[in-house]
């Protein structure tokens, strides 16, 4: 009869010792690569918010009234323009024909006709100097009509100088859009600042959220005689792991 034999307690404990050998050399060259993939996937992580971010801001901004883009310590804030078109005047033959410098109440669209809100704001040659800026109600006008008429009217309002191109602006009754940095978060807020006499209702709404978020925004308004040069970057901090983004807009603030 043949003795079934096993193993003694010093061979399995030379086994133990050289498992726990490879293992621990396997770990040595395992644990890098796999913390280089997870640094790469929260770097990539942290791109895509800030790209993400700074495209919609970049979006919105480009529908600025022109001369409304200003910056300020960690954020950049502007008018958005939902609609526009040219005015009828003394030289078009129209019934309804903005005279700018008196008071008036309506004018019709030349073109296709912006669809508009009761509430909204009509801006016209907004330079931003005095006499002439949105924010301090000096060029705007009240819309009392709600749909897509070829014949916009308002509250008796007095423009004080005529477009060079019989061009308006809408501007929605949700006034001023602020892009900000908080410590963590970048935020959209809506209602920032008073304009054309009124003052919204804000809100606030969050772009991209991290351990740390800075912003800085610099903005050159006389590039050339009609756009401005918005530069914006964002760094967005996640568990040690940086990125810096950095996006250049031209702003168009032909009034």
């Known amino acids: 009869m043949r003795t079934v034999r096993g193993f003694t307690l010093v061979e399995m404990i030379i086994a133990m010792v050289i498992t726990g050998i490879i293992a621990a050399m396997l770990t040595t060259f395992l644990v890098k690569p796999v913390q280089g993939y997870f640094d790469s996937v929260r770097r990539a992580q942290l791109t895509d918010m800030a790209d993400l971010a700074l495209k919609r801001m970049a979006l919105e901004i480009r529908t600025a009234v022109p001369n409304t883009v200003s910056t300020g310590s960690g954020y950049v804030q502007f008018i958005p323009a939902t609609g526009g078109g040219r005015y009828c005047t003394d030289a078009d033959a129209c019934t309804n024909k903005l005279v700018t410098g008196s008071a008036s109440m309506q004018f019709d669209v030349l073109g296709p006709a912006s669809t508009v809100t009761s509430g909204d704001q009509i801006i016209i040659y907004n330079t931003g ?51 900000s940095c908080t410590a963590t978060q970048v935020q959209r807020v809506n209602g920032a600042v008073a304009f054309c006499g009124t003052t919204p209702v804000s809100s606030t709404s969050v772009l991209a959220a991290a351990d740390s978020v800075s912003c800085n925004f610099t903005y050159d308004a006389a590039v050339s005689g009609t756009n401005g040069l918005l530069t914006m970057s964002l760094t967005l901090t996640m568990s040690g792991e940086s990125v810096t983004l950095v996006n250049q807009i031209h702003v168009d603030n032909m009034p």
């Not at 709600?146 to 501007?171: D, H």
């Open 129 to 179: 100097q005095t006499g002439l800026d949105a924010y301090s109600n000096n060029n705007c006008g009240n819309l009392t009509v709600t749909g897509t008429p070829s014949t916009l009217i308002y509250n008796s309002t007095t423009f004080p100088y005529a477009s060079p191109s019989n061009r308006f602006q809408v501007a929605p009754s949700s006034g001023p859009v602020r892009f």
